[in-house]
Structures are given as C-alpha cells and as structure tokens.
C-alpha cells in the first residue's frame, strides 16, 4: 500500500471517529517519517535487511514478528502463527526465531 493511500485511510478513520486529533497526528507524522526513511524498492535485498528492526510495541517475546509484519505489510499473528506452524511442524522455527531475536537490532525509541 502506498503513503498516499495509507494517509487516506488514516484520514478516513479519523473522520469516522475512530482516532482523536491527537491520534491521527501521530500515525500521519510516523507514516510521512516512514515513507522518508524507506529503502529504494530496487531490489537490494541487502538494504532491505539492514532496515528490518524488532518492534518494541508490538511484540509477546523479542518484537521479532512485529519487526517482520512492519518491514512487509503483513499483519503480525500470521508471522506468529508462521512461526508456530514451523516449530510444530519441522522444528526449526523456534530455531530462526531465537535467531532473528539475537542478530537483528531492536527498534530506536523516538521520543523518549
């Protein structure tokens, strides 16, 4: 999704109520800043990794899944669920968790 089409439906919860004013400039000024930062979508997988970051808000152990759903636009409990099915299933997925959470960096706090 793009930012244009991502500020339009932040703008069109903000309409219906479902975010305050507050909110709203919040979310807008993080995506702005986001599509600012973002790597070129040439292909460079290289970038793309470098960029990927552990979520410190929206995690259950390391942040690992919510860095991931933010890096591609896939929602968090399905890498969660990915995660399980492959620990369950071939018993590795415990495994590149553990290390994603040591080897990729933790998100910066901003702000605080």
């Known amino acids: ?38 790597p070129a979508a040439n292909g460079d997988l290289a970038s793309e990794f470098s960029s990927l970051r552990r979520s410190r808000t929206d995690r259950w152990l390391g942040g690992v899944c ?3 759903a933010r890096a591609s636009g896939v929602e968090s409990w399905i890498w969660r669920l990915v995660f399980a099915l492959f620990t369950i299933s071939f018993g590795f997925g415990l495994v590149i968790y553990i290390l994603l959470w040591i080897f990729v960096p933790e998100d910066e706090l901003i702000g605080n």
Request: no cysteine.
């Open 66 to 68: 919510g860095g991931i």
């Open 1 to 38: 999704m793009s930012v244009s089409e991502e500020i339009k439906r932040l703008h069109e919860l903000h309409q219906a109520g479902a975010l305050s004013d507050e909110e709203f400039a919040r979310a807008k000024e993080k995506l702005l800043n986001q599509g600012a930062s973002a």
